[in-house]
């Protein structure tokens, strides 16, 4: 049995179909999941980055607005792989941890006063992408496949994130 903290977490299998390069005028954030409606209204964001390079864990706070603060792999995506993607926010202690393929490659302390409650809608993305409404909506589009997507209201731990990795791609 394992100790689970007061938190939340999200993960999902994902895989480029192919090589992730946009363009100048395509540099936008490609979602795999998002806890919101909006930008403004969003709490955590599973992602690729602007240039869809490497993976991303955003999460947004009523006091940081829908920028938030975020943690970036190290791991860069290949085409035709498949990757094991978990951000994890664990109240307690305030802190915010991202797993690729079920390994811990970043994480960083966080203010958690300001967290936003969860709207309760998650939008997964994919090649038709989510369009955020509003005058600066913008099209997320994820040229690839994504598996298994699970959240929790719960922190899980680094030997839970590693046993989800090991039980494969859905």
Known sequence: MYSRYPGFT???????????TPTASDQQWATIVVDGTTD???R?????DQYN????????????????????????????????VTGVYNKTPGTMVFSVNGAKESGKNVDSSGLRASPGKYQ??????IQWP???SMQRKLNGDIRG???????????EILAHY????P
């Open 10 to 20: 999200v993960e999902a299998w994902v895989k480029w179909n192919i090589v992730p």
């Open 40 to 42: 403004n209204n969003r």
């Open 44 to 48: 955590y964001q599973l992602q690729h």
């Open 53 to 84: 390079t490497k993976f991303e864990f955003a999460l947004a706070t009523a006091t940081m607005g829908g920028s938030g603060t975020w943690l970036q792999s190290t791991t860069t995506p290949v085409s035709g792989t498949w990757y094991h």
């Open 124 to 129: 997964v993305g994919g090649p038709a992408g």
């Open 134 to 136: 509003g005058p600066t």
């Open 149 to 159: 997507v699970k959240t929790y209201e719960e922190a899980l731990s680094q030997a």
């Open 166 to 169: 090991q039980s494969g791609v």
